[in-house]
């Protein structure tokens, strides 16, 4: 069998220890596609590129078994906050 969600989340786990994390397999069950979003402390001062290879190392010892990765979200904690929402106009006296 291929690789598990399971071990996908280990790796990165392990890796990055992030504060949020979703791993879905994208291939029907047989461990070769995945999607993940991630958000990690270690991606502080780090651009995009440099994140997507973070988790990519973190992968590597799976990367054999795994035909596809991909990365929908790489942020740092304060990018993954929700955004404030705008305060309502005050109504006119």
């Given at each position: 069998?291929?690789?598990?969600?399971?071990?996908?989340?280990?790796?990165?786990?392990?890796?990055?220890?992030?504060?949020?994390?979703?791993?879905?397999?994208?291939?029907?069950?047989?461990?070769?596609?995945?999607e993940i979003e991630v958000v990690s402390e270690?991606?502080?001062?780090?651009?995009?590129l440099e994140r997507h290879r973070m988790v990519?190392?973190?992968?590597?010892?799976?990367?054999?078994?795994?035909?596809?990765?991909?990365?929908?979200?790489?942020?740092?904690?304060?990018?993954?906050?929700?955004?404030?929402?705008?305060?309502?106009?005050?109504?006119?006296?």
């Open positions: 069998m291929g690789v598990t969600k399971e071990d996908v989340e280990a790796a990165i786990t392990s890796a990055l220890s992030p504060s949020h994390l979703v791993v879905t397999d994208t291939s029907g069950g047989c461990g070769a596609s995945y270690q991606f502080e001062g780090k651009r995009l990519n190392t973190a992968l590597a010892p799976h990367m054999s078994e795994i035909h596809a990765v991909s990365i929908k979200k790489a942020l740092t904690p304060a990018q993954a906050q929700p955004e404030p929402e705008p305060a309502a106009d005050k109504p006119q006296a």
